[in-house]
Nanobody, 115 residues
Framework: QVQLVESGGGLVQPGGSLRLSCAAS????????MGWYYQAPGKQRELVAR???????NYADTVKGRFTISRDNAKNMVYLQMNSLKPEDTAVYFC?????????WGKGTLVTVSS
């Protein structure tokens, strides 16, 4: 059974930082591309950042220079370090594992950026 469990969300002030974590189980983690997506109220789910099995990364333009995605294959974990957070970063953040049409999702963790 595949499980992706996100953690680390919460309330943070503008300019602050959060680190999201995603624990994966039930998959051969090292061969999957891993990603973080966000979905704001009333909007579609969008890619935030993605890291390939080989470690290549790509980011949404809105988070470049502020967010960093990383993975630890030994621990089956993927992380999203979020710095200089803005109110418009407020959303539910979802972890994704993808491989040749296979697509798995976590249930999400809420990030609220507000003073």
């Amino acid at each position: 059974q595949v499980q992706l469990v996100e953690s680390g969300g919460g309330l943070v002030q503008p300019g602050g930082s959060l680190r999201l974590s995603c624990a994966a189980s039930g998959i051969r983690f090292s061969i999957f591309a891993m990603g973080w997506y966000y979905q704001a109220p009333g909007k579609q789910r969008e890619l935030v950042a993605r890291i390939s099995s080989g470690g290549s990364t790509n980011y949404a333009d809105t988070v470049k220079g502020r967010f960093t995605i990383s993975r630890d294959n030994a621990k089956n974990m993927v992380y999203l370090q979020m710095n200089s957070l803005k109110p418009e970063d407020t959303a539910v953040y979802f972890c994704n594992a993808g491989l040749y049409g296979l697509d798995y999702w976590g249930k999400g963790t809420l990030v609220t950026v507000s003073s």
